[in-house]
């Protein structure tokens, strides 16, 4: 008969295999965008952004809203362009009074 120490190993090495089979990879298309939104969003409205990774079929600027909402935008969009460097220009000065003592 089977030691209880045998049919524990077995069941642990069981289910590492499917937790290593399930993984999802470091860029699954939960990271991609799909479409781009329609119209222009205003800025104050957006509180943080970034890029999808290279891998994606769709380039895109991901903005997050002031309502936790996710949008895909398209980068080349002159709307886009100026969202971005007015982010970025918020990060910035975040960072530096962060720098101040």
Known sequence: MISLRTALLATFVLVASYQHATA???C????????????P????????????PSECHLPAVVFKTQAER??????????????????KGKRN?????GNHR
């Open 24 to 26: 999802r990879p470091s």
């Open 28 to 39: 699954s298309p939960v990271e991609c965008c799909y479409d781009y939104v329609t119209g």
């Open 41 to 52: 969003i205003q800025v104050s409205k957006l509180v943080d952004f970034y890029t999808t």
């Open 70 to 87: 996710l949008v895909c935008a398209d980068p080349s969009k002159p709307w886009v362009k100026r969202a971005v460097k007015i982010l």
């Open 93 to 97: 000065q975040t960072t530096d009074s």
